[in-house]
């Protein structure tokens, strides 16, 4: 239980922390409980300004958005209650099907819009829209997670004042303006629009490039490459992913043009069959009123703001949520550059809306593209392409991750000590020296009972992967996997790092650096058995009284006969956890 809430599964997790099924102790409908990590709740102006988000939020009106239903501020872990959403992320169809087809596009595109324009008409800036934030539910797209991410900028241990947190490939030039001060706006949001449209329709973001940085850069300084993007929202697109923001439509704007623009054919799929969705805009349209243009639509030239470029970028993908420095950066790390020509207007606000009413009586077929699975609906990155195949003994896994990208894990940068990062669609952790170092794993506490299963490999020569579970703060248990032992150990209490042998398994066959092998360790009572690509090396006695329920890491250690500077560095892949 928390709170008034029965939990009954856990649905995912993002960066404020972990989501939950749940339902009402006195009712029957299905919940969402987003529970706020430790280390936020902790902040006292996070609180503050999370109880001032969550109030500006329960405003919204729920036009294709998960409305907000509770929230307690005040408990231990502050957690928030959100309409629970039946259906797969935006994100989700896109890698696992491909883009959408034109009347699937043109409904999304039209539910996102209606989206914004009754979160911007309560007064709440979304700040994170992104594909992960859509869920295609059926009946019409719904927008989550919009307004709290303004409350996360707070607290000193997620970013600082000088900081702000973000998606670097939806993210609008004036979010990289290094000029201290400068306000988000809803026009963010509507540039996220266009990101999100071109990629839901594409398979690829309108800026995307080999790296967050490169990416970021096109964003400032290059036109959109919306080439691939079908015709009747290609103009529109555009438009949304002007450089100057006062240069967008609003997104009651878009929301018009969407319903009644010059392409009714094409809105008249998107509607068909989706009365949900229909009802959804013609509401946010009766009660945001008549949309007035923010600026006229005459050209006007902007410059492109100095960005800020941090080391730690590099590794990310362009979709990863990064904490970007706002203050003056070093001079090798400044990226300017002229902005491209202000595109020609294409686009202006019809005066009235003559055509909605042959486009809600017209009627064609639409593809159905929603996937209806219950694993990862929260809108939070799952990372794991075969995380439905269960286990013939052990069933689904509570955990599954393919570690290709951000997802229950992220990547981390700590100087001195090592880092973890994704490449070659693997989990890297690296140090320098010798020591451990641990990679941001899931915040969830998991049973003392549990099977852990990953795909590892050494990189380096003295190197060995490092799997802690039953952890709690500095202490738990850890399997130290090297080329020729694989090693069973306490890891005391003493916050020092040290660990401790329980048990040593002499590996037959050493394993041969480069290659991937797949390990699984099964946890139950006071035993831990180890096994490698199916065959069992032995099980070793924990030894440890009250050494229960903790959390789980992957990391990289090394042999105790390393020298002291390495690199030491493993690499990880497909992690699944069953409890």
Same mark, same amino acid.
């Given at each position: 239980m928390l709170g008034d809430y029965e939990l009954l599964g856990r649905l995912g997790e993002g960066g404020m922390g972990t989501v939950y099924l749940a339902?009402?102790?006195?009712?029957?409908?299905l919940v969402a409980v987003k529970v706020v990590r430790l280390d936020l709740a902790d902040d006292d102006e996070f609180r503050r300004r999370f109880r001032s988000e969550v109030e500006r939020a329960r405003q919204v009106p729920p036009f294709c958005t998960a409305e907000v239903l509770d929230a307690d501020p005040e408990h231990d872990?502050?957690?928030l209650v959100v309409e629970f959403v039946d259906g797969p992320t935006l994100a989700e169809v896109v890698e696992q099907r491909g883009p959408l087809t034109s009347a699937n596009l043109h409904s999304v595109a039209i539910g996102v819009a209606t989206a914004l324009t009754a979160i911007h008409g309560a007064g709440v800036i979304h700040r994170d829209l992104k594909p992960r934030n859509v869920l295609l539910a059926p009946g019409s797209p719904k927008v989550i997670d919009f307004g709290i991410a303004r409350a996360m900028t707070a607290t000193s241990g997620n970013t600082r004042p000088d900081q702000m947190v973000g998606t670097v490939a939806y993210m609008a030039p004036e979010r990289f303006d290094t000029d201290a001060g400068t306000p988000i706006t809803p026009a963010a949001d509507v540039f996220a629009w266009g990101s999100v449209v071109t990629y839901a329709g594409t398979g690829k973001t309108p800026f995307y490039a080999d790296s967050p940085a490169a990416t970021a850069a096109r964003i400032l300084t290059q036109p959109p490459r919306l080439h691939e993007l079908a015709r009747p929202l290609r103009g529109l697109v555009a438009h949304a992913?002007?450089?100057d923001p006062a240069n967008r439509p609003s997104a009651r704007e878009l929301l018009d043009l969407l319903i009644s623009g010059d392409r009714p054919a094409a809105t008249a799929a998107a509607l068909a069959d989706q009365p949900d969705l229909r009802a959804a805009a013609a509401e946010a349209q009766a009660v945001t009123g008549f949309a007035i243009p923010a600026k006229a639509m005459a050209g006007a030239t902007t410059t492109a703001p100095t960005l800020n470029i941090?080391? &730690?970028l590099v590794g990310y993908d362009e979709n990863s949520i990064v904490t970007v420095p706002i203050s003056s950066p070093p001079a090798d790390t400044v990226i300017t550059g002229d902005p491209p020509p202000a595109p020609r207007r294409r686009w202006l606000l019809p005066l009235?809306?003559?055509l909605l009413t042959a486009v809600l009586v017209a009627g064609a077929a639409i593809v159905a593209v929603m996937v209806r699975d219950r694993a990862d609906r929260s809108g939070q990155p799952s990372g794991d392409p075969g995380g439905t195949v269960a286990d013939p003994v052990l069933g689904e896994p509570r955990i599954s991750d393919a570690l290709t990208g951000p997802g229950f894990w992220s990547a981390s940068?700590?100087?001195?000590? &090592?880092?973890?990062?994704?490449?070659?669609?693997?989990l890297v952790a690296r140090r320098e020296t010798n020591g451990l170092y641990k990679c941001r794993g899931p915040a969830d506490e998991l049973p003392a009972n549990l099977t852990i299963e990953t795909t590892l490999r050494l990189d380096t020569p003295d190197s060995c992967a490092a799997i802690w579970f039953r952890f709690d703060d500095s202490h738990g248990?850890?399997?130290?996997?090297?080329?020729?032992?694989?090693?069973?150990g306490v890891h005391n209490r003493d916050g020092k790092g040290d660990v401790s042998t329980i048990r040593t398994f002499v590996l037959k066959e050493p394993l041969d650096r480069g290659t991937a092998y797949r390990f699984r360790l099964g946890v139950t009572a006071d035993t831990v058995t180890v096994s490698r690509d199916g065959t069992d090396l032995g099980s070793a006695r924990l030894t440890e009284a009250g050494y229960g329920a903790g959390r789980m890491f992957l990391g990289v250690f090394n042999e105790r006969t390393a020298p002291k500077t390495g690199p030491f560095q493993v690499s990880y892949s497909d992690v699944r956890i069953w409890a």
């Open positions: 339902r009402p102790r006195n009712g029957t409908a872990q502050p957690y992913l002007e450089k941090p080391p &730690g009235v809306l003559v940068d700590q100087p001195g000590e &090592g880092r973890c990062d994704f490449a070659d669609a693997m248990y850890q399997a130290r996997i090297c080329e020729r032992n694989v090693y069973i």
